[in-house]
């Protein structure tokens, strides 16, 4: 049954279209500013002084690390709509997990372009590379906030599907999926530039 099927009279569906629609809106302007990085890397790049060197393995490590989340996080939304606690217990604690781990890999990532000696003044490819990776990690960052909430969520509250818990999670696993296909872009991007 769709979420919007289940949204009961006190938040009803218009203020469910609303959170909804600010959502997209927010992950709109975040698309619309990695599109301007992207294109100003584009348009720096043959400028000149600009150095060549290969992704460290920890981005593609990231990468495996953060597609997993997606499916936790999916796993857990299916095990509330199924009224499942252990499942759902289980899915947004992985998901934790694995954002946490996103990060740690991400920072090997930075540590390991420095022991090349690929630092953020070095030149213009390695500041994009540093500001690509870590505007994203900062979303990243924002995403696990809000897991962290639901995973508070799951311990401290009775174990409840309510149409506002749907919601909010509904809410969480999209922007989830969202810096996840955002981080693929980037990736992709940077292997093919």
Same mark, same amino acid.
């Given at each position: ?13 218009s203020?469910?279209?609303?959170? +909804? ?26 400028a ?29 939304? +299916?095990?509330? +709509?199924?009224?499942?606690? +252990? ?17 740690v ?6 540590k ?29 960052v ?27 999670i ?24």
């Amino acid at each position: 049954m769709p979420i919007i099927q289940m949204i009961d009279k006190n938040l009803g569906p218009s203020r469910y279209q609303a959170l +909804k629609f600010g959502l997209w809106i927010g992950m709109a302007s975040i698309t619309m500013m990695f599109a301007a990085l992207t294109s100003a890397y584009l348009v720096r790049r043959p400028a000149g002084n600009w150095y060549e060197f290969k992704l460290p393995v920890q981005f593609f490590i990231s990468t495996l690390i953060i597609i997993a989340s997606s499916f936790t996080m999916e796993w857990a939304y +299916k095990s509330l +709509k199924g009224n499942k606690q +252990k499942q759902y217990n289980y899915g947004i604690v992985l998901t934790f997990i694995l954002g946490i781990l996103f990060l740690v890999s991400q920072i090997l990532s930075w540590k390991a372009l420095m022991a090349t000696g690929i630092t953020i003044d070095l030149s213009v490819s390695g500041s994009f590379l540093y500001a690509l990776s870590g505007i994203h990690a900062a979303h990243v960052v924002g995403g696990i906030a809000a897991i962290m909430a639901c995973v508070a969520n799951a311990f401290l509250l009775s174990f409840t599907v309510s149409p506002m818990r749907l919601l909010k999670i509904d809410l969480v696993r999209q922007y989830w999926h969202f810096v996840d296909i955002l981080w693929i872009y980037l990736l992709l991007f940077l292997i093919l530039q």
